[in-house]
Nanobody
């Protein structure tokens, strides 16, 4: 069983910063990609940042230059999302998403896993 646990959301004023964290635990053999998605009220969930195992990053245009996705150097199962210069339109529930190879003892499988979501509200 694999679990993703997020932390770090909250209320922040426009122009402020927040850092989200997401850590995976369980029978993990390897992690291919780590990503952050967000879902604003009444809108579809979209990917805003992705980090591959080779270190390549991709950002949605709406967050490029303001947000940074990175992997923890000591714990390779942990990813961070540094969000700077926050705007009211960044308000959403943020979800981490990993593509993980697991081993249950009898077979190995690749599948995606989701965090529980953390609320980010940008408001004065």
């Amino acid at each position: 069983q694999v679990q993703l646990v997020e932390s770090g959301g909250g209320l922040v004023q426009p122009g402020g910063s927040l850092r989200l964290s997401c850590v995976a635990s369980g029978s993990i053999v390897a992690i291919n990609t780590m990503a952050w998605y967000r879902q604003a009220p009444g809108k579809q969930r979209i990917m805003v940042a992705e980090l591959t195992s080779s270190g390549r990053t991709t950002y949605d245009d709406s967050v490029k230059g303001r947000f940074t996705i990175s992997r923890d150097n000591a714990n390779k199962n942990m990813v961070y999302f540094q969000m700077n210069s926050l705007k009211p339109e960044d308000t959403a529930i943020y979800y981490c998403n990993f593509y993980i190879l697991t081993d249950d003892g009898s077979e190995k499988n690749w599948r995606e896993y989701w965090g529980q979501g953390t609320q980010v509200t940008v408001s004065s």
